[in-house]
C-alpha cells in the first residue's frame, strides 16, 4: 500500500513539474509570436511610408 502511495505521488510530482516546463515554454512561443507581429506591422509601416514617398512601387523597374 505504502509503495502504491508513494508511486502515485512521485507520478504526480512529475507531471507537475512537466506541466510547468510547458506552460513556460508556451509562454515564451507567446512572447515570440508577439515580437514577430510587431516586428512584421514595422515592415509594413515601413514599406507603406518608402512606397508612399516614392508615389508607389516600381514594378517595371
Known amino acids: 500500500m505504502v509503495d502504491s502511495v508513494s508511486g502515485l505521488a512521485?507520478?504526480?510530482t512529475r507531471m507537475s513539474v512537466q506541466q510547468t516546463a510547458l506552460d513556460?515554454?508556451?509562454a515564451v512561443l507567446n512572447k515570440i509570436q508577439d515580437?514577430?507581429?510587431?516586428?512584421?506591422?514595422?515592415?509594413?509601416?515601413l514599406i507603406e511610408s518608402t512606397s508612399a514617398a516614392k508615389g508607389g512601387?516600381?514594378?517595371?523597374?
Request: net charge negative; aromatic share 4%; hydrophobic share 50%.
Open 35 to 45: 515580437q514577430q507581429e510587431a516586428e512584421g506591422e514595422a515592415v509594413v509601416k
Open 24 to 26: 513556460a515554454n508556451v
Open 57 to 61: 512601387i516600381d514594378v517595371y523597374a
Open 10 to 12: 512521485t507520478l504526480a
